[in-house]
């Protein structure tokens, strides 16, 4: 199936990535076997994290952190309400409680001010899900020196991030790298950066952790390998933990892989689309643009643009945009608008106003490496044309 038009986020796959994937069809292993190993190596590469760990996709990694963080009954959990459901849900995957803090407007992330004030006045949370929004790092060694002094668990969500990197004291940093989180995780959803089709994994520098985190991915199971304990044979398994199955396949990696070939390919060129937007919108006052860090080391996942006449003019663009095939997208509504979260915890709206600022006024452009010029010369014209 084709899209019509010009969808908001699209994949970019090769003959080269098929080639890699169908070598391991007619391979022995189909799921998570040797090629999942050299990705999660691949992915240790690139962010510098200690350990990697693969598995079905970006909400099954938050999950899996959730339960290696031993969040349960009721520990309270905090994320950023300007995300995709998961970064919450994993939260409750796991029976916690869910607040969110309110966002910074300079970063469209969680503010490290309100989560210094929340855990003074309010609680401190068990865990702290601060989101990598576009593909811009919120200031992760800030909520690193509140951890450290509240005492929370940090799971960085990267799900935008591949690829990005954010600076602190003259060092330069990968998103994922853990060096200001205890974990973090990625998507390889076909919107991402690099696609597996579906995939995730989660990232950390704690050895304790990564065992944790493999042993649920895979069931909680325990195989006998020490020949001379007493378990009742070379066959047995243990399950002493509650795990899932959160594999994700050889195949899957095997096109993960191919694509990490390209990462830098495709990062130039989400920037390059960047700056011709930045270039055409700038200076102009009915337009908001992206945060400025969008333009520095990132990997841009998205490009939001906010109206600066609000509600009305972006409901306007966000149909004369669709009209023209320009399939334009809204990231995100506050996650504690939900009514599963409303009715749970009583959250009302007006809770984050940064968050709620910035949804009634934002709109994704495009934003794919396969777009060609043409395409986003026709999409800043059409945006120009309808303000
Ligand atoms: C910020 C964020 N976190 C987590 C996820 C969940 O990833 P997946 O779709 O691979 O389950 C997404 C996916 O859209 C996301 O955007």
Same mark, same amino acid.
């Given at each position: %199936?084709k899209?019509? &038009?010009i @969808?908001y986020?699209?994949?970019?796959v090769?003959?080269?990535?098929?080639?890699g994937v169908?070598?391991?069809l007619?391979s022995?292993f #189909?799921t998570?076997g040797?090629?999942a190993?050299i990705?999660?190596?691949?992915?240790?590469?690139?962010? &510098?994290?200690?350990y990697a760990i693969?598995?079905a996709?970006g909400?099954a990694a !938050?999950?899996?952190?959730?339960?290696? +963080?031993?969040?349960?009954?009721?520990d309270l959990?905090?994320?950023?309400p300007?995300?995709f459901?998961?970064s919450?849900?994993?939260?409750?995957?796991c029976?916690g409680?869910t607040?969110?803090?309110?966002?910074? #407007?300079s970063t469209?992330?969680?503010?490290?001010?309100k989560?210094?004030?929340y855990?003074?006045?309010q609680?401190v949370p068990?865990?702290?899900i601060p989101?990598?929004?576009? &593909?811009?790092? @919120?200031?992760?060694?800030?909520?690193? +020196?509140?951890?450290?002094e509240?005492?929370?668990?940090i799971i960085?969500?990267? /799900?935008?991030a591949?690829?990005?990197?954010y600076?602190f004291?003259?060092?330069?940093? +990968?998103?994922?790298?853990?060096?200001?989180?205890?974990?973090a995780?990625f998507?390889?959803?076909?919107a991402?950066?690099?696609?597996?089709?579906?995939?995730g994994?989660i990232?950390?520098?704690?050895p304790?952790?990564a065992?944790?985190?493999?042993l649920l991915?895979?069931?909680? %199971?325990?195989?006998?390998q020490?020949?001379?304990t007493?378990w009742?044979? *070379?066959?047995?398994?243990?399950?002493?933990?509650l795990? $899932?199955n959160?594999?994700?396949?050889?195949?899957?990696?095997?096109?993960g892989i191919?694509?990490?070939d390209?990462?830098?390919?495709?990062k130039?060129?989400?920037n390059q689309?960047?700056? !011709?937007?930045?270039?055409?919108f700038?200076?102009?006052?009915q337009l908001?643009?992206?945060?400025e860090g969008?333009?520095t080391?990132?990997c841009p996942?998205?490009?939001?643009?906010?109206?600066a006449n &609000?509600?009305?003019a972006?409901l306007a #663009? $966000?149909? /004369?945009?669709?009209?023209?095939g320009?399939?334009c997208?809204?990231? $995100?509504? @506050?996650i504690?608008?939900? *009514?599963?979260y409303a009715k749970?915890?009583g959250?009302e709206?007006?809770?984050?106003p940064g968050?709620?600022?910035?949804y009634?006024?934002?709109?994704?452009? *495009?934003?794919y *490496? /396969?777009?060609?010029?043409?395409?986003v010369?026709?999409?800043i014209? +059409?945006?120009?044309?309808?303000?």
């Amino acid at each position: %199936m084709k899209w019509q &038009g010009i @969808p908001y986020a699209k994949h970019w796959v090769t003959q080269e990535d098929i080639r890699g994937v169908c070598d391991i069809l007619s391979s022995d292993f #189909l799921t998570t076997g040797p090629v999942a190993q050299i990705f999660e190596n691949r992915l240790c590469e690139l962010t &510098g994290a200690g350990y990697a760990i693969v598995c079905a996709n970006g909400t099954a990694a !938050l999950h899996l952190a959730c339960m290696a +963080a031993d969040i349960h009954d009721t520990d309270l959990g905090v994320t950023s309400p300007n995300s995709f459901l998961a970064s919450a849900n994993c939260i409750e995957f796991c029976r916690g409680r869910t607040d969110f803090i309110d966002i910074d #407007l300079s970063t469209l992330c969680m503010s490290p001010d309100k989560l210094e004030t929340y855990c003074r006045e309010q609680a401190v949370p068990r865990v702290v899900i601060p989101v990598d929004f576009a &593909g811009l790092a @919120p200031d992760l060694p800030r909520f690193r +020196a509140l951890s450290k002094e509240f005492g929370f668990l940090i799971i960085e969500d990267a /799900a935008h991030a591949l690829g990005s990197t954010y600076s602190f004291e003259g060092n330069t940093f +990968a998103c994922g790298s853990c060096a200001h989180s205890d974990m973090a995780i990625f998507s390889f959803h076909p919107a991402k950066t690099i696609t597996a089709g579906e995939g995730g994994a989660i990232l950390t520098n704690d050895p304790d952790l990564a065992e944790r985190l493999r042993l649920l991915r895979n069931h909680g %199971m325990v195989r006998n390998q020490d020949p001379k304990t007493p378990w009742d044979g *070379p066959w047995y398994y243990e399950m002493d933990t509650l795990g $899932y199955n959160y594999r994700i396949t050889d195949f899957q990696c095997a096109l993960g892989i191919s694509q990490m070939d390209r990462l830098g390919q495709f990062k130039a060129r989400r920037n390059q689309i960047v700056s !011709l937007y930045n270039q055409a919108f700038h200076g102009n006052t009915q337009l908001i643009l992206p945060p400025e860090g969008l333009a520095t080391d990132a990997c841009p996942h998205l490009y939001p643009l906010q109206l600066a006449n &609000g509600k009305e003019a972006r409901l306007a #663009l $966000y149909k /004369a945009l669709h009209a023209r095939g320009i399939h334009c997208q809204i990231h $995100y509504i @506050p996650i504690y608008w939900q *009514p599963y979260y409303a009715k749970k915890y009583g959250y009302e709206k007006g809770k984050c106003p940064g968050a709620e600022t910035y949804y009634s006024r934002t709109l994704s452009l *495009p934003l794919y *490496p /396969a777009m060609s010029d043409d395409q986003v010369q026709e999409i800043i014209d +059409a945006v120009l044309a309808n303000l």
